[in-house]
Every structure is written in C-alpha cells, then in structure tokens.
T-cell receptor, first 121, second 111 residues
Framework: GAGVSQTPSNKVTEKGKYVELRCDPISGHTALYWYRQSLGQGPEFLIYFQGTGAADDSGLPNDRFFAVRPEGSVSTLKIQRTERGDSAVYLC???????????????????FGAGSRLTVL | GQQVMQIPQYQHVQEGEDFTTYCNSSTTLSNIQWYKQRPGGHPVFLIQLVKSGEVKKQKRLTFQFGEAKKNSSLHITATQTTDVGTYFCAGPPAGAQKLVFGQGTRLTINP
C-alpha cells in the first residue's frame, strides 16, 4: 500500500480483556517495528521483525504482550489480560532496508502508521 | 541501556523567532535521526546524520551532529506556524536493530 496502515484506529476495552492490533506495512518493506507512545512521551520500542522472525523483542514489557508476522508482511500485536497501564497509542513502522549492521551507516528510516489508540477502562 | 535526552521539553515562541532543541545520548551513536510529530499525528522522518560534525540544512531547519557523535541539535530559523509540533531525535544503540527515541521537544508558536 501507499503507507503503513493500522487498525483499529481506536480501541476501548475493559480491564482483563484480550486485544489485537493490526499493522499492514508498506509493500516490499522487510523490516517492521512496534512502538508504544504515552501522552507527552517519545515512542518506546517494543519489538522488531526482519521478515517473519522477531529479531529483537527486548522492549515487550511482559509476557502479556506478543506479536506475530507469519508471512513477513502484516503483523499483529496481541495483548492479553489488558491493564489500565496498557493505555497508549501503539505505533507500527516499517522500513525498506535491512539493518546496515553494527556501527554502520544508512540506518533504517522508519515510516510510521497513524497508530492505534488503546484505552483500557 | 542507552538513554536519549532532549532539552527543552517545551518551547513556546513568537512567530518569526528562532528555535533550537538539543539531543544527548548516553552512548556514541552510529547515526542520528530526527522526526516531527504534528499534534494528533504520527512521527514523520525529517533527516538522518551519519558523520561526526555533520551539518545538514533543509530550508529554515539546520541539523548538527556532534564531533563525538553523542549529541545533536535542530535549529529552526524564523519559525512559522507550520513548524508547530514535537521534534524527536532517535538513534540506534550499538549492535541493536532499533531506534531509541528521546522524549521530544514540543514547540508551540504564538502567531
């Protein structure tokens, strides 16, 4: 597609419920990132996919959070037993280039989607 | 882990005044990127700096990367109302395949 598409744009749920957030990256972009942004803060890294595999999931806050990208394109972020503290905007980004390596130049430039605003009541 | 700090957190200026935001990393960066987020929007890439001491310009915006590759700055000359938004710097930790973002500098402008 022309840009990174995220659905839903808004999700209101109750504490304890399960939530799925979807990201459709730019066609041909092999790298996909999930970030979380709270009000007044910068994006906080959650997980990074290169192709189908999660290359770095060090930002996932706990085991209630899980993400998949089974065919190397669309990704789903899954949150189990949601808590009020999970409320935030969840941003997905994709990038064309494979990471250039340690200390290398030309690091990936991220194209962000509009985000999914999650509110846990 | 790597920390990226930005100052100031907020800046309010009169239209036509200059604006500068500063970015400092706790570790040396291979490169640094700047993003702009309009109110209610998502971060949009502005520029990437790679070389020590590099200076790049985009119209009224001037970006610098420090000699030690641990700090950077964004300077806007003669601000316009279209410059309103939050400016983020971001850099990759050594050996990591992700960007760590600063907390941003929110710019508001009095027309």
């Amino acid at each position: 597609g022309a840009g990174v598409s995220q659905t839903p744009s808004n999700k209101v749920t109750e504490k304890g419920k399960y939530v799925e957030l979807r990201c459709d990256p730019i066609s041909g972009h092999t790298a996909l990132y999930w970030y979380r942004q709270s009000l007044g803060q910068g994006p906080e890294f959650l997980i990074y996919f290169q192709g189908t595999g999660a290359a770095d999931d060090s930002g996932l806050p706990n085991d209630r959070f899980f993400a998949v990208r089974p065919e190397g394109s669309v990704s789903t972020l899954k949150i189990q037993r949601t808590e009020r503290g999970d409320s935030a905007v969840y941003l997905c980004a994709s990038s064309l280039k494979r990471w250039s390596g340690q200390g290398g130049t030309g690091a990936n430039v991220l194209t962000f989607g509009a985000g999914s605003r999650l509110t846990v009541l | 882990g790597q920390q990226v700090m930005q100052i100031p957190q907020y800046q309010h200026v009169q239209e036509g005044e200059d604006f500068t935001t500063y970015c400092n990393s706790s570790t040396t960066l291979s490169n640094i990127q700047w993003y702009k987020q309009r109110p209610g929007g998502h971060p949009v890439f502005l520029i990437q700096l790679v070389k020590s001491g590099e200076v790049k310009k985009q119209k009224r915006l001037t970006f610098q990367f420090g000699e030690a590759k641990k700090n950077s700055s964004l300077h806007i000359t003669a601000t316009q109302t279209t410059d309103v938004g939050t400016y983020f710097c971001a850099g990759p930790p050594a050996g990591a395949q992700k960007l760590v973002f600063g907390q941003g500098t929110r710019l508001t402008i009095n027309p």
